[in-house]
């Protein structure tokens, strides 16, 4: 048995110590073997659930879940500094000297009276520390791993800021117009349809972005709406003892259309 001190109520350094005791010899074989990448999607999907919490405004959940993603940020401290790389110490310290270089206008003497200015003020600092000199590199930077409409936005985003972008919503939704004629004649040809699904897709991006909307939202939300309205369906034809599969196309479309109307 480990010796751990117990407590009333827990802080920091309690958390980093439980971890390098379940990493010690004396601790779990489980955390013991885990590597970085084997806890990766572990990182992700406690990422996932806080966002989760946040939507469903569950302040006793999102504190729970947050514990949850700070132990992954811990753990994989630990595992880099029994590797010799860093420490818990250096993720702070990298932390807070990027938060006092980045908020000039907090820490120093530059000025920023709008949220708006803050960002961009924020984005040409990055890219001075990250040694980013085109649009491009810094294109290139974005995380290949954000879900893909987010890493689309943030490519847009980029390439507005160089100058390169529609003056407003109505050249985006003629793109759009462009890009799913294309994918018609691909998915009548056969050909090249992945190709051009992604062209559509990015150019939706584009609206949402010209309108205001985060597109994993929009996305997350007509998720929603399409188990409610399958669901209803669903019901309805086994009200008459059917299953979905046993109606047809015709069927089909009235109940979906009730659905929609309900």
Request: net charge negative; charged share 35%.
């Amino acid at each position: 048995m480990v010796d751990f001190e117990r407590k009333s109520r827990y802080g920091y350094e309690d958390l980093l110590e439980i971890v390098r005791v379940l990493r010690s010899d004396q601790g779990c074989p489980w955390d013991r073997v885990q590597t970085h990448r084997s806890i990766r999607r572990d990182l992700l999907e406690e990422a996932c659930e806080v966002a989760e919490a946040i939507d469903r405004e569950d302040p006793h959940l999102l504190c729970e879940e947050l514990g949850d993603l700070l132990l992954q940020v811990v753990f994989h401290a630990d595992l880099s500094s029994d590797e010799g790389q860093f420490t818990m110490e250096d993720v702070c310290d990298g932390i807070v000297r990027k938060l006092i270089y980045r908020h000039p206008h907090v820490f120093g003497t530059a000025h920023e009276d709008t949220p708006e200015g803050v960002l961009v003020s924020w984005d040409k600092l990055k890219r001075a520390e990250k040694g980013q000199r085109t649009a491009a590199q810094a294109m290139d930077a974005v995380a290949r791993t954000l879900p893909g409409l987010w890493r689309a936005e943030k490519l847009q985003k980029k390439a507005a800021g160089a100058g390169f972008d529609w003056p407003d919503i109505h050249g985006a939704l003629d793109k759009l117009d462009e890009e799913t004629a294309e994918l018609r004649r691909a998915a009548e040809s056969g050909q090249g349809v992945a190709d051009e699904l992604g062209d559509v897709l990015f150019a939706a991006v584009k609206v949402g972005r010209f309108a205001g909307v985060d597109p994993e939202e929009a996305i997350a939300a007509t998720c929603e709406k399409f188990i409610r309205r399958f669901r209803a369906v669903e019901e309805e034809a086994a009200r008459s003892g059917r299953a979905v599969g046993d109606l047809s196309p015709a069927e089909m479309t009235e109940l979906w259309e009730a659905a929609k109307r309900s």
